[in-house]
Each structure stands twice: as C-alpha cells, then as structure tokens.
C-alpha cells in the first residue's frame, strides 16, 4: 500500500536517480569521447566539436578563481554555436561573458568576453543589434589594448563604419574617411594590414579615388598578409591597378611577385602578358 | 516495492552495458592502421569504380609495396550511393581507413575533426619526381591548380586537407568514320566556327540520307555542362566591369553580386552570345533532349544515331569500350577570339585549370602512420606513376607534364589563356540556377524561338534564381562567420597569436566584407 504521502516521496527520489545516470552517462561519454586524445575543451572548440566541449567545460571542477573564470569564458564561446541553436542558450551565452566582462574588461579573459559580446550583436542574433555591437568595439577600442581580439574589434567597427553605417545614407566619402581615422588607434601589425586591405578593396568598391586605394594595397603588402590566398589576391589587385594608374614599376614588381609565389594561379598567364607589355613600354 | 526493484534492476543493467560499451570504446586499438606480420597495412577508401580506376590503383599499389616491403595498402571501393553514410559511420565510429577520398559529405567542420591538413607536405618536393623534369617544383606546384581548388584548400580553415589523382575535362567526341563520310576529313573542328561547317554538311547529309540522324547526342547533364563552359567563356567583359576589386575571378559570389546591383543580366552582350551559342547548339540535338540522361546520349551515340557527343574525360574509357568505331577527341566547339560573330569581345580561351581535379584524397586522424599514408600519396600523385595511371585507366592524372599516351593527348589541359568570366558549377553551387535553365531552357528550343523572346521571357527569374542562390551563400556564410568566432578564440586561447590566427583574422574580415557587399545588393 502506498500513502500518497509515499508516493511523492517516490517521485521525487526517482529523478534523483535518474540525474544521477545521466550525469554518469555524461561523465563516461566525455571520458570516452575525450580519453583517446586527451582534449581540453578548447581543443574540442578549436575542432568545431561544440556540444562536446560544452560537456567538457561544464563537467570541469576548476579550483582557483582565475580557473573558473577561463572555464566560464569556454563554456560560453562553445555556446555561441552549440547545436541546435537556441534563444535561451544564447541568453546564457551572454550572461557568463558579462559577467566575465564585470570582473575585469581589461585582461585577455575579459577583452576575449567583450569582444565576443559584441560579434553575438553583430552577428550571432537572430536580428543584429549593430548600435549595440559598435558600443563594444567602441569599448575595446578605448582599452588601448594590443590583444588581437581588441584590435580586431576595431577591425569590425570599420567594417560596419563602411557597409552598416549607422545613417545609411552617409556618402561612400565619409564612410571611407571614418574608417580611416581608425587606422591611429591600431597597433597590431597584422590588424593594420587587415584595415589597410579592407580600405584599399572598400575605396574601390564605392568608387574612391584609385591612387588612395593603390596607397592602402601597398601598404598592406608592407605590414604583411598572413593568408596565402589574400597575399596572391592582394599582389595581383595591386599590380593589375598599379597598370592602369601607369605605375610601370610597382605592377611589374607586384606581377612577378605574384608569380613566383602562385606558378600555377588562372590568373598567370594575365600577369604574363602584362609583364611582357609592362617591359617593352619601360625599354629607354 | 517490486516495482522499484525491477525499476533499479533495468537502470542498473543499462549502465552496467553503458560502462562496458564505454570502455570498448575507451580502451580499444586507435586508429585503422594495422600490422600484419610486422607490416604496416594501409587502407584507402574511394567510390571511384569506374572501369580502369580500380586496375590502375591496384597496379600503383603494387608499385609502391615493391618499393616498400614492410608497407601493405588495400583498396577499399565504396559504391558512391552509400558513400555519405559509410563515410560518416566509419569517421564517427573511429574505424575510418587511412586515407579516404573527399569530396561527398566533406566540410569544414569534418574535415577539421577527422582528418589532417596535409599543408606542410605540399610546399616541399616531392621525392619520387627526382629525376623528372618537376623534380624541383613544389609539390603543390606540380598540379594544374597549384592545389586551390574545392576539396583540396579549405579557405576557413587555411589547410590543404586534399590531394588529388585524376584531372577532369570536357570534349568532344567524333565518331571518325561517319566524320570523313560527313564532311570528307577526319580531323574533326577545333572551334565554333569550324563546327558551324560540319553543320551545315550535316544538314545536307542528313536530307540526302534520310532518316533520325542528329549531329550532336545531348543530354541535360551534358547540355547543362556545355552552357556552363559557354557561360566562362563569353561573360569575360562582364568579369573585368563587374570587378571592383581588380580580382578578375569569376565566383557566383562576385558575379551574382553584380547582377543584383544591376551591373550585368541576361541581356549584357555575353550573356546574349551565350544564348545564341547554346540554341545553335541545342538545335543540333535530339528534340527533348533536356529531359534526356547521360546513358541515352551516350547511347544514341554508340548506335551511331549521332556524330558527336560534347562529354568528358570521366566517359573515355566506357566510349572505347562500347562503340564499335574509331573515335576522335577535339575541344568543345567554343569560339575563339578570331570568330566573325563570337570572337569580338573575347580576350582569349581560358585555361581549363579550375575545378577540373577530381579523386581528392585525405588523411584521417584516426591514421597512426600519417607519414606513411602521405608518402603513398605522394607516390599515388608522382610523375612517373601517372604516366602509368593514365595508360591503364584511360584518364588523365593529375600530376602535371605527364608523358600521356598518344590517345589521351587531346585531353591534356589547356594551363594558359585569360581567365573565365563567370566561373561557376551549376548544379553544385547553384541548384536555383540550375533549375532555372531545366525549367526554362526548352523555350530557346522551340520552333520559331528567338533569344530576343527567350530574354523578355526569362530575364526576371535569371535574376531571381541568382538572389536564391546568394541568399544561400549568405546564409552559409553567415553560419562559417559564427563558427569561426569560437574556433578564433580557442585558437587564441590554445596558442599564443601567431600565423594561423593572423589568417583567420584576415579571412574573416574579407569574408564578412563581402557578406555586407551581398547583404546590401539583396535588399535593394
């Protein structure tokens, strides 16, 4: 016989069983799924293993303060695209970076959670909130810091100066010049050479004038460009409209350079020809 | 009180089965890697089963266990209907063979999880071209490409995860005897003028002899492949007006943009060539042929019911095979700049380059030889074996300035020319475009069609199909921006910022530059 009195208790000894299971059931996926190679969750994040990652950071017992921190910053960044997608996991997404954020916005731990906050505005939102994103960018910007991630977040508030003002009538001129008043506040070489390609490419987009677009392609090839595939672009759209401007000897030097690193690029036989053309009118 | 016993009973033998599931898993051997009486045996997994394919890995396999005693490679063919799904089970299950093809069911996100960038290896030689005339050349270099194309490089993640065996093309093919009764030659046109002649010859042949006789055998994958080839070769002009960033490359991204903003349609000069090209050709076929497959073409050409079929290198050997006459390989009839009509805007004929490697092959994670599985590959892709290869299966490998057999000479690649003007494949990354010209290509076709009739018909749903097919790309690429987001930061986290940050910065910004350029251009 059992007293409704029993029967509840009953209820609610059996999901405490059942939790019980299944978070052995999580612990021994995670072991097993992690054992073979020995994965942190930022590895797992790293591999676009999101949801095993999220089960990674949330099963870790961190022991100092600093600890829990990291943890709270990797369980948020593994949110941001744990499937399937939800408003509720994005809300708690940006509830652990603000608090991240709240103890600190000027380490790593807290430039990483402001910058994440304002890519959820930017881009991880059903509807964007760019006001909101340029706010953070604007906050990072601020810090002065040399992170990668705050330069970066001044990277993306010209991006969004140029093609989501906040008018969206602002003349192509005044988007480009905005964006190039960034340029001071950046010190990350790297980051200079993303802006300086993304102003060289965004002057002609919109029309600009083409000496100001060559002098932002150069200056990117000075500072450097990481990416194989930007570099070989990067040096043809150099050389190509270093021609037409009649800088003979920039597209020539940016032709060749173009095809020593990319023999074997469609474009290769263009910067051929070009060369060959470039050389017979620089002949005395 | 048994109710809860049985109920204890049931979840104690589930977790009891769970715990020793868990640790088979847990504890067993790592990786597909063998060895067998001491060997190493290394297994390669493929969908290619096409005839010769299977004989000229096997005889390259022979080569390379003779060279490398302690080594065993199997083969692994895998029908390609279930390819998808045996791929996923073996990667996810943990028992993927050594070296899988790439290709079907390859993304980002599987390829970062399950198999390993093969970067470092292609920038340097590759040692079994000593001796040979690329000996020195990277090699990447040694591929017609440079190792950019689909499936190889993966731009998000910044690796070359693929390398590839075979090259792919496309041609046409003559029935010589029925060519020199034709036209009185046997060597067939090398251009769209020259056809326009075998046209007309054709033509009077035909109403002389009497009869079903058509001089092309098409089909709508092929016809779908020829538009493609007219498309790259006619929109050049449109490429250089439409590019604001001096790339001069032709993608569906660049090109659909610009037809958005209004910069070029249906009814640009090119795209009108296009249409003329594309119903004289299409005049040339059977009536209905979009609703015709390939094995009908290839069919009608067989039982020599037709005097060409415009196919590809991937056909060869099964063309050999079973027709029962002589056949003859020229280029597709495309015109060339010195065209009357055609040739007028065109800069040149582009090189046949892009997208045209094929059988990519990847190592897997879960390979606990990797050195030895790429330095198989490097002898699968050498010089001195594609020669090899190519003679036993009819195709061309993908290794570059192989000695072919004299036969496919007509199918090395053209490396050199201008670039193409939209450069796109059309069923793979724009289905809408796709269906666009099934469901309106008839139109072109029908008796008394013009293309003037063609265009007011149909220039409003070109525009459409090109909107759905970019709000595709958007929406995938809005999706690689935000996964990006999280590999960026555990990235940063993991290392300390270095060069592979620094390029997935830079790619991520470019790529979200014209995310915005194509956000812009799809709300106008």
């Known amino acids: ?100 954020v709240g103890e600190n916005v000027g380490d790593d731990a807290g ?86 390609l993304l102003l060289a490419r965004s002057t002609l987009f919109f029309g600009g004038a083409k000496e100001k677009a060559l002098e932002h392609f150069l200056a990117a090839r000075k500072l450097g460009i990481a990416p194989d595939r930007v570099r070989a672009d990067t040096a043809f759209s150099t050389a190509e409209l270093a021609r037409e401007l009649g800088h003979t000897h920039v597209a020539m030097e940016c032709y060749t350079a173009f095809l ?14 070009a060369l060959v053309a470039l050389a017979v009118t620089t002949v005395p | 009180m048994k109710d809860r ?44 089963l096409h005839g010769g394919l299977r004989e000229a890995y096997e005889q390259a396999i022979a080569g390379y266990e003779k060279l490398h005693p302690d080594i065993i490679v199997e083969q692994m063919p895998v029908p390609v209907r279930v390819w998808p799904t045996w791929q996923r089970t073996q990667l996810v299950g943990g028992t993927a063979p050594d070296i899988i093809q790439l290709g079907r069911g390859t993304n980002d996100e599987i390829v970062s999880r399950y198999f390993r960038p093969l970067t470092a290896a292609v920038l340097q030689p590759n040692p079994y071209n000593a001796g040979t005339p690329i000996a020195r050349e990277r090699w990447r270099d040694t591929f017609a490409d440079g190792l950019t194309g689909d499936n190889v490089y993966f731009p998000n993640l910044q690796e070359i995860y693929g390398v590839p065996t075979l090259q792919m093309n496309m041609r046409a093919f003559y029935n010589r005897e029925l060519l020199e009764k034709i036209s009185g030659r046997t060597e067939p046109p090398q251009n769209y003028a020259e056809f326009t002649v075998l046209m007309a010859k054709t033509e009077a042949w035909t109403k002389a002899r009497g009869g079903n006789f058509v001089l092309i055998a098409g089909s709508g994958d ?72 390939r094995d009908d073409a290839l069919l009608a050409f067989a039982q020599q019911s037709s005097l060409v079929i415009l196919s590809g290198s991937w056909d060869y050997s099964l063309i050999q095979r ?68 190519a003679a036993t299966s009819q195709r061309l490998p993908s290794t570059l300035g192989v000695d072919l057999p004299e036969n496919l000479r007509p199918f090395a690649l053209r490396t050199d020319g201008p670039v193409p003007g ?41 525009r459409a199909a090109f909107a759905s097919d970019l709000r595709r790309v958007h929406d995938t690429q809005i999706k690689t921006s935000r996964r990006g987001d999280s590999t960026l930061v555990a990235q940063l986290v993991g290392d300390p910022p270095g060069a592979k940050t620094a390029q997935m910065i830079t790619t991520q910004v470019l790529r979200e530059m014209e995310l915005y350029r194509l956000q812009n251009a799809l709300e106008r």
């Open chain 2, 422 to 462: 939209l450069n796109f494949s059309i069923n793979d990354s724009s289905p809408d475009f796709g269906r666009w010209l099934q469901t309106n290509a008839f139109r072109l076709f029908e008796p008394g069609a013009t293309v003037a009739d063609f265009t007011d018909q149909t220039a409003g749903s070109f």
């Open chain 1, 260 to 273: 020593q690193d990319n023999p074997r690029d469609v474009r290769g036989w263009t910067a051929r020809q």
């Open chain 1, 111 to 196: 430039i990483t959670a402001l910058y994440l906050l304002g890519r959820i505005d930017q881009i991880h939102r059903a509807t964007p909130d760019l006001a909101a994103a340029r706010r953070r960018y604007t906050q990072l910007a601020d810090g002065g810091s040399p992170h990668p991630l705050a330069q970066l977040g001044i990277v993306q508030l010209a991006l969004l100066t140029l093609y989501r003002p906040l008018v969206p009538t602002t003349p192509p001129v005044e988007r480009l010049a905005a964006a190039e008043a960034l340029a001071a506040r950046l010190t990350l070489p790297s980051a200079q050479s993303d802006l300086q």
């Open chain 2, 322 to 389: 079973e027709c029962a006459f002589p056949v003859v390989v020229a280029p597709l009839p495309l015109p060339t700049p010195d065209d009357p009509t055609f040739g007028r805007d065109l800069l040149g004929v582009a090189p046949e380059t892009q997208s045209s490697l094929d059988a990519i092959y990847g190592v897997t994670q879960a390979c606990p030889h990797p050195e030895v599985a790429v330095d198989f590959l490097r002898y699968l892709a050498s010089y001195r074996v594609g020669g090899q290869f």
């Open chain 1, 1 to 100: 016989m059992c007293s409704p009195t029993a029967a509840g208790r009953d209820a609610r000894r059996s999901p405490s069983i059942v939790q019980r299971l299944r978070l052995g059931v999580i612990a021994l996926t995670a072991a097993a799924s992690t054992h073979a190679a020995g994965e942190s969750g930022w590895d797992l994040t790293a591999h676009y293993r999101f949801n095993e990652a999220r089960d990674a950071f949330g099963l870790a017992r961190p022991v100092t303060p600093t600890e829990a921190r990291l943890n709270r910053l990797g369980l948020a960044n593994a949110l941001l695209n744990v499937q399937p997608r939800t408003d509720a996991t994005l809300t708690q997404c940006v509830g652990l970076l603000e608090k991240v």
């Open chain 2, 5 to 48: 016993l049985l109920q204890k009973i049931g979840f104690g033998l589930l977790a009891a089965a769970f715990v020793f599931a868990a640790g088979r898993v847990m504890f067993r051997a790592t990786g597909a890697t063998a060895r067998t009486n001491g060997k190493i045996v290394l297994r390669f997994a493929h969908w290619n």
């Open chain 2, 222 to 293: 092929y016809a779908t492949h020829v538009f493609q080839r007219l498309i790259q070769s006619q929109t050049q002009a449109e490429l250089y007006a439409n590019d604001p960033d001096y790339l001069r490359t032709g993608t569906l991204l660049l090109m659909g943009t610009a037809v958005l903003r209004g910069g070029w349609d249906l009814r640009s000069p090119g795209m009108q060539r296009v249409l003329t090209l594309f119903q004289s050709l299409g005049r040339e076929m059977a009536p209905g042929f979009f609703q015709l497959k």
